[in-house]
């Protein structure tokens, strides 16, 4: 185990300087000049000239992508005209827009997006493994169709139109909920989860569906081998075959697909954060975009590459420990 760890952690890291180079070459090719961008529309020449100076914009691309990965492991210091401003490790840069360190606006903003996708999480798992559990339990009868219906309805449902109808229902004509500002966590528990509600909500339906299938057909699987129609000959009950052996069964390969929504799911929250007004890594990503502000996006794109990458070793993990059939090598 602790083998196959090390190598899949080695493996996370050269993926992760791949997608070094591809973003750095995408920042370095992107058009316009960063320069400029980072200087304003109204600075002449030569305080241009003096900003690409200080961030190093002359030097050759191999020698910036290098001061690049510098930063990442041991920070970097950069000129500031007057004085000079030290990055710590990791340190992504300054932003263009504000010359903030892209390092302190993504661990502002990361709260925000676990916030977002681990209440979610939890919300879909309650529902999706619920329900299909349900399904099984029930198959042949209209308790199932409904539910494979309602199932099917929402994977195939946009995550921003069930947002627009939560909020139109629950927040605009109803009033039974604030709309979503953000509340940290630490600050106030209860209505950090009041004004989350919505958001883990619009996730919850669209990821449950896929965990309601999934648990459907792993629960049938497991119900129709040979060993359960063994304990049902002996006399077990249903209540015991589906708590410790179908409900088991059907439990690691909805573990190992939550690890890995998990990871994607800080890559794929700009819709629901900019719908939501969630000041997340997706709301900054769009801000960001918007504004060409180039060492922010590859900041916000590497944090959310190696979320992926992590969630993906978690994934291939959980799965071998909750099935010891499965061989790590």
Same mark, same amino acid.
């Given at each position: 185990?602790?083998?196959?760890?090390?190598?899949?952690?080695?493996?996370?890291?050269?993926?992760?300087?791949?997608?070094?180079?591809?973003?750095?070459?995408?920042?370095?090719?992107?058009?316009?000049?960063?320069?400029?961008?980072?200087?304003?529309?109204?600075?002449?020449?030569?305080?241009?000239?003096?900003?690409?100076?200080?961030?190093?914009?002359?030097?050759?691309?191999?020698?910036?992508?290098?001061?690049?990965?510098?930063?990442?492991?041991?920070?970097?210091? /950069?000129?500031?005209?007057?004085?000079?401003?030290?990055?710590?490790?990791?340190?992504?840069?300054?932003?263009?827009?504000?010359?903030?360190?892209?390092?302190?606006?993504?661990?502002?903003?990361?709260?925000?997006?676990?916030?977002?996708?681990?209440?979610?999480?939890?919300?879909?798992?309650?529902?999706?493994?619920?329900?299909?559990?349900?399904?099984?339990?029930?198959?042949?009868?209209?308790?199932?169709?409904?539910?494979?219906?309602?199932?099917?309805?929402?994977?195939?449902?946009?995550?921003?139109?069930?947002?627009?109808?939560?909020?139109?229902?629950?927040?605009?004509?109803?009033?039974?909920?604030?709309?979503?500002?953000?509340?940290?966590?630490?600050?106030?528990?209860?209505?950090?989860?009041?004004?989350?509600?919505?958001?883990?909500?619009?996730?919850?339906?669209?990821?449950?569906?896929?965990?309601?299938?999934?648990?459907?057909?792993?629960?049938?699987?497991?119900?129709?081998?040979?060993?359960?129609?063994?304990?049902?000959? /002996?006399?077990?009950?249903?209540?015991?075959?589906?708590?410790?052996?179908?409900?088991?069964?059907?439990?690691?390969?909805?573990?190992?697909?939550?690890?890995?929504?998990?990871?994607?799911?800080?890559?794929?929250?700009?819709?629901?954060?900019?719908?939501?007004?969630?000041?997340?890594?997706?709301?900054?990503?769009?801000?960001?975009?918007?504004?060409?502000?180039?060492?922010?996006?590859?900041?916000?794109?590497?944090?959310?590459?190696?979320?992926?990458?992590?969630?993906?070793?978690?994934?291939?993990?959980?799965?071998?420990?909750?099935?010891?059939?499965?061989?790590?090598?």
């Amino acid at each position: 185990m602790t083998g196959y760890i090390l190598r899949r952690v080695g493996g996370a890291f050269l993926v992760l300087l791949v997608l070094t180079v591809v973003v750095y070459a995408f920042f370095y090719l992107a058009p316009g000049d960063p320069a400029r961008l980072a200087c304003g529309q109204r600075c002449n020449p030569q305080q241009i000239a003096q900003v690409r100076e200080q961030l190093a914009l002359d030097d050759p691309v191999h020698v910036q992508y290098w001061h690049f990965l510098q930063g990442l492991v041991a920070g970097h210091d /950069y000129s500031t005209g007057t004085g000079v401003l030290h990055c710590d490790a990791p340190c992504f840069g300054l932003s263009y827009r504000n010359d903030q360190q892209v390092t302190e606006l993504i661990t502002q903003r990361v709260p925000v997006t676990a916030s977002l996708a681990f209440g979610a999480m939890a919300l879909w798992l309650l529902l999706g493994v619920g329900t299909g559990l349900l399904a099984a339990l029930r198959r042949g009868g209209v308790t199932e169709r409904v539910l494979t219906a309602v199932t099917l309805a929402g994977t195939a449902t946009p995550v921003f139109i069930i947002g627009l109808l939560l909020l139109m229902v629950f927040c605009a004509q109803l009033q039974w909920l604030p709309f979503p500002t953000y509340v940290p966590l630490a600050e106030d528990p209860e209505q950090w989860a009041w004004n989350m509600l919505l958001p883990w909500t619009a996730l919850a339906l669209i990821e449950s569906a896929k965990y309601a299938r999934m648990t459907r057909s792993s629960v049938l699987e497991t119900l129709a081998e040979d060993h359960i129609r063994t304990f049902r000959a /002996y006399g077990v009950g249903e209540r015991a075959l589906v708590g410790r052996h179908a409900l088991r069964g059907a439990l690691p390969p909805v573990i190992a697909l939550t690890a890995i929504d998990l990871g994607t799911m800080f890559g794929n929250a700009v819709l629901t954060e900019t719908l939501f007004g969630l000041p997340g890594l997706g709301q900054l990503l769009v801000q960001s975009v918007r504004v060409i502000d180039l060492p922010v996006i590859v900041g916000v794109v590497l944090v959310t590459g190696a979320a992926v990458v992590l969630a993906n070793i978690v994934a291939d993990i959980l799965y071998a420990v909750t099935d010891r059939r499965v061989a790590l090598t």
